[in-house]
């Protein structure tokens, strides 16, 4: 299969800071239970400019991420890049802190093609400095992973879990 019909889930977060670490967990999670045919998991760690050249190529990816969703802690959302307003790379990009939105930002500046791309946002807790997810946040995660399994069909779903 080639490249370009595959499907990428992506993990972002620091395993150092709490639940941000969820991404990576997901990831992790999923490499120990075995992936679908044509998914590869990838632990994209804190982001930054690299992540331009990962998502180059796919057909699909799908991101995890700690995000302040405006949820109970554990509650994850679903939405795509043009959910959510992204930053503007022009005036206000750093080298040194390119999240996802501004990787995103800076691909449409360069005019470079992205694959369809779908965020989970899982509300953290805690994000201070140790390891381990909270509780709150570990209780959910069999259903984020589930979420982010399904999602690799490319079929749709509903927006909100974790409720």
């Known amino acids: 299969m080639c490249k370009t019909m595959r499907v990428l889930v992506l993990g972002?977060?620091?395993?150092?800071?709490?639940?941000?670490?969820?991404?990576?967990?997901?990831?992790?999670?999923?490499?120990?239970?075995?992936l679908p045919e044509g998914v590869t998991a990838l632990d994209g760690g804190a982001g930054g400019l690299d992540l331009l050249q990962v998502l180059e190529g796919w057909k699909r990816v799908v991101v995890i991420d700690a995000a302040d969703v405006g949820r109970e802690p554990g509650q994850f959302v679903r939405f795509t890049p043009d959910q959510v307003r992204l930053a503007q790379a022009a005036d206000r990009f750093s080298l040194h802190h390119a999240g996802l939105s501004e990787?995103?930002?800076?691909?449409?500046?360069?005019?470079?093609?992205?694959?369809?791309?779908?965020?989970?946002?899982?509300?953290?807790?805690?994000?201070?400095?140790?390891?381990?997810?909270?509780?709150a946040v570990e209780t959910v995660l069999p259903a984020l992973i589930d979420a982010v399994l399904e999602e690799t069909t490319g079929e749709d779903h509903a927006q909100d879990f974790g409720d």
């Open 12 to 34: 972002l977060g620091n395993p150092l800071r709490g639940d941000d670490a969820i991404g990576p967990r997901v990831v992790e999670e999923l490499t120990r239970r075995g």
């Open 103 to 135: 990787v995103l930002a800076l691909a449409d500046a360069l005019g470079r093609a992205l694959p369809e791309i779908v965020i989970f946002g899982a509300q953290p807790a805690e994000v201070g400095w140790g390891e381990g997810l909270s509780p």
